[in-house]
């Protein structure tokens, strides 16, 4: 019997997309012959993943879970919307963003990390559900956010289940008032971020690249006026302050009132709660975004596979 080595699973493991445990599994049933245990993993379905890895997979869910002073959202991708309402595909992304709660937000460190009630990992589970539905299917990103003291509030647009849907938002509060009326509070800004999509957090968090850049555009354009540069310098000024409107939360007026900036409702609604309010962040991911998707002519594939 060839020795099981460390190296051995992982080459099985690249060859077939398989699970670590199920692979280390293969080789002991194989006595350590690779090929064998490449078929062993074919007759259990347990390689059918790595047929799927190159497929594109840009539907899915994003899952949300919070509690007290932390919460998460992660996204879950697969093939095809029809997964995203499979009751294996939901119990997955629901029990992920569980096990994302006890993480610190690091992506890879859910993959590997226990799965609910399996002898898995997360990422070796994720490998046995592509086998059992058929899609290929990937864990593609993960944010935790956490406060001292205050609360993590969560949203899910178009949700399809509790704490699944198409856009999850967190958004963290820091303060020492009333916690029921500080979660409505976060649980209305999280809609708020879902509708408006900041983003960034405040103007101070704006990426120096991004004003300088903008900083840029708008300058060129306020040159073509022709106007003095002293009211040039003003005008880009006044643009930027609109531009931190557009980008940041603190600046956005409120959706729900459509009357007070963000920053001005936390200062209200402090003075309310007997205690001021800190907006410490934000997070919001919306279902495939970034995902250069396959644009597919179902006309022509059907012409192709009729020989025309």
Not at 143 to 150: A, I, K
Request: charged fraction near 25%; glycine fraction near 10%; proline fraction near 2%.
């Amino acid at each position: 019997m060839a020795e099981i080595t460390a190296s051995l699973v992982k080459e099985l493991r690249e060859k077939t997309g398989a699970g670590m445990m199920d692979c280390k599994k293969a080789l002991n049933e194989a006595a350590g012959d690779l090929e064998a245990a490449i078929d062993w993993l074919r007759k259990k379905g347990l390689a059918a993943a790595a047929k799927k890895a190159g497929r594109v997979a840009a539907e899915g869910l994003v899952g949300v879970a919070a509690e007290g002073t932390k919460g998460v959202v992660v996204e879950v991708n697969a093939e095809t919307d029809f997964v995203a309402r499979n009751d294996q595909f939901q119990g997955f992304v629901s029990a992920v963003a569980q096990v994302a709660l006890t993480q610190d937000g690091d992506i890879d460190a859910v993959r590997v990390a226990a799965f609910p009630g399996s002898d898995k990992n997360v990422g070796d589970q994720l490998t046995a559900l592509i086998a059992t539905i058929g899609e290929n299917m990937s864990l593609r990103r993960s944010v935790r956010l956490e406060v001292t003291d205050g609360v993590v509030a969560s949203y899910v647009h178009t949700a399809v289940a509790p704490g699944l849907g198409k856009i999850g938002c967190l958004v963290a509060l820091e303060s020492t008032g009333d916690k029921t009326r500080l979660l409505e509070l976060g649980r209305q800004l999280a809609m708020h971020v879902a509708a408006a999509n900041p983003q960034f957090l405040d103007p101070t968090s704006v990426d120096t690249s991004a004003l300088d850049r903008e900083r840029s555009v708008l300058t060129e354009q306020a040159q073509a006026s022709g106007k003095p540069a002293n009211v040039i310098e003003k005008m880009v000024e006044g643009r930027i302050r609109k531009y931190y409107e557009e980008v940041c939360l603190t600046e956005q007026i409120f959706v729900i009132d459509q009357e007070n900036k963000i920053s001005k409702l936390l200062e209200v609604k402090g003075k309310e709660f007997g205690a001021p309010i800190r907006l410490a962040g934000f997070a919001r991911f919306a279902l495939g975004e970034g995902i250069e998707k396959e644009q597919t002519d179902f006309a022509a594939e059907v012409a192709a596979q009729l020989g025309r």
